[in-house]
């Protein structure tokens, strides 16, 4: 039941900021804010409550089961389940609602009630896409964050907002709608096998498809995967959706919103799919790789601050893919850890972004420079950061992207060699970002504050939690371990002699992924 | 006729007399608020007398007519929609027309039209109903003398449904030729043993579709669509694309399903060239438009082609799929002309893009009722438009139709960029251009608003919870 509160909770704080929103301008702040610390407090709790017993489930890697019949005539059902992967993603959703409802209190002067039921309604939609296990809920869900998105980039970004908007929001749909054609595809393959019509996840897991059917409905479940998470072709509306949106925007955009494209292809692409994405994964593997290098490339190139991190975050997530489609347990607990650090570091830059922003009017890092001297305690956090987003060991980001090398190494030699150098890229432009914004020769005489005591707040979790993630990142890959454990289990290792008998810390379970229920 | 015969006809019967009633009123010089008023309560009456003749389902009235529960359903969405458009009228003629009176009378006779075709399971009472359908639209179309556009308009569907009735009644007259019989059922029965179809009954059955095609404004048939409904007053634009379209819609089903129309593959090709070629090109030549009226007129072409892919496969899906689409392409399309009837003045239409700047901060209401309708075309979920568009593709699928669902989803796409344009422009700016002007009626007005936030709410309602038309809709037969 805490699920469907928790997405109740979201939207009702979310209307009822837009009613108040009429009157008031600071209530729709508060109430935004209590709404996400009350999920936050609920998940941690939760989460917490759920940790020593977590690795003991071995063939239910469940904790919680939500259904309710919804459209029953087609088969669909409200049904929401979690596990330890959408657990994890849930607390980070809250992590970063409360940081988005902080970092735009004083942003926002216009509209306030609005903005905030945007902001909110965004976040119940991401919430409802980690846990639906009911195809249509998840579609559902996956269209629902759209629109406010939409409005949030659309009314409150910059200067060409109106362009981004519309190009965030025509290609996800895009994609999604090709998505929607394979889930119906899939739900009648399934019904005429078994005679039973349903949406349902566990139902459908195992669905005997013919291959070349397979590939193609595998393919319309990846595009719309790709395109947020997104994969190079793909990622044009990324930077102009980045730069353009308000710093909260940014913020879940590169915090929740690619994350839900990993999430799909860890949850649905690879235990529907088995065989089709076993086809794909040299391919895939190929352009999470071109993603790397590309990224961290144009990046590297750019002279607006919030463009130049959003290509980080197309480099970054190339990591991802890369470590998905290698399909053993140390690259996808890699993966978990990149969605995680990747959401706080990026997260943390875009912020900063914001901030600096607000105090210099400008995003692009010509006009700065020599920060240091009247911000320190931003430089030494900013300085932080770009390190977290080069992968210095002892920050998040190493673990996360040592790991995914590791795995993909196994499976792919040269690939991953090549992806190895994309780390080199991406400390030149971290080092970049630092040398242009906080060291070099002042441009600026003028008074420029430091941070206030909200940021203070904001910027302390983020670099509490990046820290704690690079020193003791045991708790994240606990949690996810069992379900990564299953899903690296559907795909066999080809070379017997390389196994990962190295790594204890995971114990080799036995059972089948692919339980008929 | 017995007496049983004639209760079935209750709804269509109620819908005669009540023009001829309003004509009697017009006669003692009543107001316009009276005759507004007492339509809207006849219009009511007739809705209800659906309820009440639920029980004689499925009845016959040989050799004209079946009522059954699709046509039942098909009568309550053409009078629920004329019903909508009678509450709309009120504040838009009052203060642009001097006679606005007559008007409700031939709203009646269209409406009477309409149900006439969704009743009809012969080519007589087709086109009877279609004709008393027509005639009373070349009025209406015409009905604001002093504008330009609409004496334009006017004419203009006037030349091209003359043409296009000579078209259906020749190709009446061909299949009349081939089978010897006008009823759906006896031109059923001269078919079963037939593989193929001859070459007479082959070009019968095209000339109807070009005639049918005409009223549905599906392409390559569409060339008056953005003209008429540009030039017609709003309300009547609203009747056009709901009533007019769905009671044509429904005969057309009925004919398909009681001839099996659905075996021979010449007409199947046909039919998806049809549609594939509406949804591409109507929602293509909408993308340029910068009159929301022109928009809308294009954008229900792409939505009868949407509504083709559930008609292809003919399946028992496609009555529920068809059903449900056409209830929710009701609800969206009089909500959206809802808005544009109450947006405009006495000079203009409020048909230009421009005058919608800024209408979120100016009227909330209003625009949110609008983007719930514009979001609903678009199919996004949370609106009932999203249930039709996946109720439509499952259709499609479950029949392998996998090229006019692909075709779909991409057409939407293109459709997607002007919904949203038309929502950008609303949130775009500070100051409207619309002159806040005094309301002559304050109370219809007030009745009209809340007439459209019930819509909107129902387009939201059944985005969200649709199982319970659904459930209504699953003992729908037509043959």
Same mark, same amino acid.
């Given at each position: 039941?805490?699920?469907?509160?928790?997405?109740?909770?979201?939207?009702?704080?979310?209307?009822?900021?837009? &009613?108040?929103?009429?009157?008031?301008?600071?209530?729709?702040?508060?109430?935004?804010?209590?709404?996400?610390?009350?999920?936050?407090?609920?998940?941690?709790?939760?989460?917490?409550?759920?940790?020593?017993?977590?690795?003991?489930?071995?063939?239910?890697?469940?904790?919680?089961?939500?259904?309710?019949?919804?459209?029953?005539?087609?088969?669909?059902?409200?049904?929401?389940? $979690?596990?330890?992967?959408?657990?994890?993603?849930?607390?980070?959703?809250?992590?970063?609602?409360?940081?988005?409802?902080?970092?735009?209190?004083?942003?926002?002067?216009?509209?306030?009630?609005?903005?905030?039921?945007?902001?909110?309604?965004?976040?119940?939609?991401?919430?409802?896409?980690?846990?639906?296990?009911?195809?249509?809920?998840?579609?559902?869900?996956?269209?629902?964050?759209?629109?406010?998105?939409?409005?949030?980039?659309?009314?409150?970004?910059?200067?060409?907002?109106?362009?981004?908007?519309?190009?965030?929001?025509?290609?996800?749909?895009?994609?999604?709608?090709?998505?929607?054609?394979?889930?119906?595809?899939?739900?009648?393959?399934?019904?005429?096998?078994?005679?039973?019509?349903?949406?349902?996840?566990?139902?459908?897991?195992?669905?005997?498809?013919?291959?070349?059917?397979?590939?193609?409905?595998?393919?319309?479940?990846?595009?719309?995967?790709?395109?947020?998470?997104?994969?190079?072709?793909?990622?044009?509306?990324?930077?102009?959706?980045?730069?353009?949106?308000?710093?909260?925007?940014?913020?879940?955009?590169? !915090?929740?919103?690619?994350?839900?494209?990993?999430?799909?292809?860890?949850?649905?692409? &690879?235990?529907?799919?088995?065989?089709?994405?076993?086809?794909?994964?040299?391919?895939?593997?190929?352009?999470?790789?071109?993603?790397?290098?590309?990224?961290?490339?144009?990046?590297?190139?750019?002279?607006?601050?919030?463009?130049?991190?959003?290509?980080?975050?197309?480099?970054?997530?190339?990591?991802?893919?890369?470590?998905?489609?290698?399909?053993?347990? &140390?690259?996808?607990?890699?993966?978990?850890?990149?969605?995680?650090?990747?959401?706080?570091?990026?997260?943390?830059?875009?912020?900063?972004?914001?901030?600096?922003?607000?105090?210099?009017?400008?995003?692009?890092?010509?006009?700065?420079?020599?920060?240091?001297?009247?911000?320190?305690?931003?430089?030494?956090?900013?300085?932080?950061?770009?390190?977290?987003?080069?992968?210095?060991?002892?920050?998040?980001?190493?673990?996360?992207? =040592?790991?995914?090398?590791?795995?993909?190494?196994?499976?792919?030699?040269?690939?991953?060699?090549?992806?190895? $150098?994309?780390?080199?890229?991406?400390?030149?432009?971290?080092?970049?970002?630092?040398?242009?914004?906080?060291?070099?020769?002042?441009?600026?005489?003028?008074?420029?504050?430091?941070?206030?005591?909200?940021?203070?707040?904001?910027?302390?979790?983020?670099?509490?939690?990046?820290?704690?993630?690079?020193?003791?990142?045991?708790?994240?890959?606990?949690?996810?371990?069992?379900?990564?454990?299953?899903?690296?289990?559907?795909?066999?290792? *080809?070379?017997?002699?390389?196994?990962?008998?190295?790594?204890?810390?995971?114990?080799?379970?036995?059972?089948?992924?692919?339980?008929?229920? | 006729?017995?007496?049983?015969?004639?209760?079935?006809?209750?709804?269509?019967?109620?819908?005669?007399?009540?023009?001829?009633?309003?004509?009697?009123?017009?006669?003692?010089?009543?107001?316009?608020?009276?005759?507004?008023?007492?339509?809207?309560?006849?219009?009511?009456?007739?809705?209800?007398?659906?309820?009440?003749?639920?029980?004689?389902?499925?009845?016959?009235?040989?050799?004209?007519?079946?009522?059954?529960?699709?046509?039942?359903?098909?009568?309550?969405?053409?009078?629920?929609?004329?019903?909508?458009?009678?509450?709309?009228?009120?504040?838009?003629?009052?203060?642009?027309?001097?006679?606005?009176?007559?008007?409700?009378?031939? &709203?009646?006779?269209?409406?009477?039209?309409?149900?006439?075709?969704?009743?009809?399971?012969?080519?007589?009472?087709?086109?009877?109903?279609?004709?008393?359908?027509?005639?009373?639209?070349?009025?209406?179309?015409?009905?604001?003398?002093?504008?330009?556009?609409?004496?334009?308009?006017?004419?203009?569907?006037?030349?091209?449904?003359? =043409?296009?009735?000579?078209?259906?009644?020749?190709?009446?007259?061909?299949?009349?030729?081939?089978?010897?019989?006008?009823?759906?059922?006896?031109?059923?029965?001269?078919?079963?043993?037939?593989?193929?179809?001859?070459?007479?009954?082959?070009?019968?059955?095209?000339?109807?579709?070009?005639?049918?095609?005409?009223?549905?404004?599906?392409?390559?048939?569409?060339?008056?669509?953005?003209?008429?409904?540009?030039?017609?007053?709003?309300?009547?634009?609203?009747?056009?694309?709901?009533?007019?379209?769905? !009671?044509?819609?429904?005969?057309? =089903?009925?004919?398909?399903?009681?001839?099996?129309?659905?075996?021979?593959?010449?007409?199947?090709?046909?039919?998806?060239?049809?549609?594939?070629?509406?949804?591409?090109?109507?929602?293509?030549?909408?993308?340029?438009?910068?009159?929301?009226?022109?928009?809308?007129?294009?954008?229900?072409?792409?939505?009868?082609?949407?509504?083709?892919?559930?008609?292809?496969?003919?399946?028992?899906?496609?009555?529920?799929?068809?059903?449900?689409?056409?209830?929710?392409?009701?609800?969206?399309?009089?909500?959206?002309?809802?808005?544009?009837?109450?947006?405009?003045?006495? *000079?203009?239409?409020?048909?230009?893009?421009?005058?919608?700047?800024?209408?979120?901060?100016?009227?909330?209401?209003?625009?949110?009722?609008?983007?719930?309708?514009?979001?609903?075309?678009?199919?996004?979920?949370?609106?009932?438009?999203?249930?039709?568009?996946?109720?439509?593709?499952?259709? !499609?699928?479950?029949?392998?139709?996998?090229?006019?669902?692909? /075709?779909?989803?991409?057409?939407?796409?293109?459709?997607?960029?002007?919904?949203?344009?038309?929502?950008?422009?609303?949130?775009?700016?500070?100051?409207?251009?619309?002159? *806040?002007?005094?309301?002559?009626?304050?109370?219809?007005?007030?009745?009209?608003? /809340?007439?459209?936030?019930?819509?909107?709410?129902?387009?939201?309602?059944?985005?969200?919870?649709?199982?319970?038309?659904?459930?209504?809709?699953?003992?729908?037969?037509?043959?």
């Amino acid at each position: 039941m805490i699920l469907i509160y928790v997405i109740g909770i979201l939207m009702g704080g979310g209307l009822l900021s837009l &009613l108040l929103g009429q009157w008031n301008k600071n209530l729709p702040r508060w109430i935004a804010l209590c709404t996400v610390l009350v999920g936050f407090i609920a998940f941690v709790f939760f989460w917490i409550n759920q940790y020593h017993t977590i690795n003991l489930r071995l063939t239910n890697t469940w904790m919680i089961d939500y259904r309710h019949d919804w459209i029953p005539s087609f088969g669909i059902s409200f049904h929401l389940a $979690i596990d330890g992967l959408s657990l994890l993603l849930l607390v980070l959703t809250f992590f970063l609602g409360i940081l988005a409802v902080l970092c735009s209190w004083n942003d926002v002067k216009e509209r306030v009630g609005f903005y905030y039921f945007n902001l909110l309604w965004i976040l119940a939609g991401i919430s409802g896409v980690f846990m639906a296990v009911d195809l249509f809920l998840f579609y559902f869900f996956w269209e629902v964050m759209l629109i406010p998105m939409y409005f949030l980039i659309g009314i409150w970004g910059s200067e060409n907002r109106v362009y981004a908007a519309y190009k965030f929001f025509i290609f996800t749909q895009a994609s999604g709608l090709l998505m929607l054609l394979a889930i119906i595809g899939l739900y009648f393959i399934h019904g005429r096998n078994t005679g039973v019509y349903t949406f349902n996840y566990f139902e459908l897991l195992g669905t005997a498809i013919p291959p070349h059917i397979a590939f193609w409905l595998m393919l319309g479940f990846m595009i719309a995967f790709v395109v947020k998470l997104p994969i190079v072709p793909f990622h044009t509306w990324l930077p102009d959706a980045h730069s353009e949106a308000p710093t909260a925007g940014s913020l879940i955009l590169a !915090g929740l919103l690619l994350k839900t494209g990993a999430y799909g292809i860890l949850r649905f692409v &690879l235990p529907l799919f088995p065989e089709a994405a076993h086809d794909l994964a040299p391919w895939a593997m190929l352009f999470g790789v071109i993603g790397i290098i590309y990224g961290a490339i144009l990046s590297y190139s750019q002279t607006d601050l919030k463009r130049l991190i959003a290509y980080t975050s197309v480099s970054h997530m190339g990591f991802v893919i890369l470590g998905i489609f290698a399909f053993n347990e &140390l690259a996808l607990q890699g993966v978990v850890m990149q969605l995680v650090t990747h959401a706080i570091s990026t997260g943390a830059l875009f912020i900063m972004a914001g901030m600096l922003k607000e105090r210099l009017h400008t995003r692009n890092i010509n006009h700065m420079g020599g920060l240091w001297t009247q911000m320190p305690q931003m430089g030494a956090i900013g300085m932080l950061f770009a390190m977290a987003s080069l992968g210095l060991p002892g920050l998040g980001n190493f673990i996360a992207e =040592f790991l995914i090398l590791l795995g993909a190494f196994k499976a792919n030699v040269l690939l991953t060699i090549m992806a190895t $150098i994309g780390l080199v890229f991406s400390a030149i432009y971290s080092l970049r970002i630092v040398q242009k914004v906080f060291l070099g020769p002042s441009e600026r005489s003028d008074y420029i504050s430091d941070f206030s005591f909200r940021e203070i707040v904001v910027m302390a979790a983020l670099t509490l939690s990046i820290v704690w993630l690079g020193l003791y990142p045991q708790p994240v890959i606990n949690t996810v371990k069992l379900m990564v454990n299953k899903l690296a289990h559907i795909f066999p290792p *080809e070379n017997k002699n390389v196994q990962q008998e190295n790594y204890q810390e995971i114990p080799l379970s036995t059972h089948k992924y692919l339980v008929k229920k | 006729m017995s007496g049983n015969d004639f209760f079935a006809l209750t709804p269509l019967i109620l819908l005669a007399g009540s023009s001829v009633l309003i004509m009697l009123l017009i006669a003692i010089k009543l107001s316009h608020r009276v005759i507004q008023l007492s339509s809207l309560l006849l219009f009511i009456v007739a809705f209800s007398s659906l309820i009440y003749i639920q029980k004689l389902l499925p009845y016959h009235i040989e050799p004209l007519l079946v009522i059954d529960g699709f046509s039942v359903f098909i009568m309550g969405l053409i009078i629920f929609s004329s019903l909508v458009v009678n509450i709309l009228s009120y504040i838009y003629f009052e203060e642009k027309e001097e006679s606005p009176k007559e008007y409700y009378v031939l &709203l009646f006779l269209c409406t009477l039209g309409a149900c006439v075709l969704a009743v009809s399971k012969h080519f007589v009472s087709l086109f009877l109903g279609l004709e008393i359908l027509t005639v009373g639209l070349y009025a209406l179309i015409a009905y604001l003398r002093v504008r330009h556009h609409n004496i334009e308009a006017g004419i203009k569907y006037l030349v091209l449904a003359a =043409f296009s009735s000579a078209f259906l009644l020749f190709g009446m007259a061909l299949i009349y030729l081939e089978t010897g019989s006008m009823q759906f059922s006896m031109i059923a029965h001269s078919l079963t043993s037939l593989q193929s179809l001859s070459p007479l009954f082959l070009t019968g059955l095209g000339m109807m579709l070009v005639g049918v095609g005409f009223k549905l404004a599906v392409v390559p048939f569409h060339m008056w669509t953005a003209d008429v409904y540009e030039g017609a007053p709003a309300p009547v634009t609203a009747f056009i694309a709901t009533a007019s379209k769905g !009671g044509v819609f429904a005969v057309l =089903f009925r004919f398909f399903i009681m001839i099996d129309g659905f075996r021979f593959k010449v007409v199947m090709l046909i039919l998806i060239c049809i549609a594939i070629a509406s949804m591409i090109i109507g929602n293509l030549l909408a993308v340029q438009q910068k009159n929301v009226k022109r928009i809308l007129a294009y954008s229900s072409i792409a939505h009868l082609g949407y509504l083709l892919v559930a008609f292809i496969p003919g399946s028992m899906m496609s009555i529920k799929a068809l059903s449900f689409y056409l209830m929710a392409y009701f609800i969206t399309t009089l909500t959206a002309f809802g808005i544009v009837t109450v947006l405009s003045n006495k *000079e203009t239409d409020a048909e230009n893009i421009e005058s919608y700047k800024a209408l979120f901060w100016e009227r909330p209401v209003l625009a949110c009722i609008f983007s719930s309708a514009l979001l609903s075309l678009a199919g996004i979920p949370l609106t009932v438009g999203f249930v039709g568009k996946f109720y439509i593709l499952a259709a !499609g699928l479950q029949s392998g139709f996998w090229i006019t669902a692909l /075709i779909l989803v991409i057409s939407s796409v293109i459709g997607l960029y002007y919904y949203l344009r038309i929502i950008t422009t609303m949130f775009a700016g500070q100051k409207s251009i619309l002159p *806040e002007e005094e309301r002559a009626n304050p109370v219809f007005y007030m009745v009209s608003i /809340i007439a459209l936030s019930v819509l909107s709410l129902l387009i939201i309602w059944f985005g969200v919870y649709p199982s319970g038309v659904m459930g209504s809709m699953e003992y729908f037969k037509l043959k």
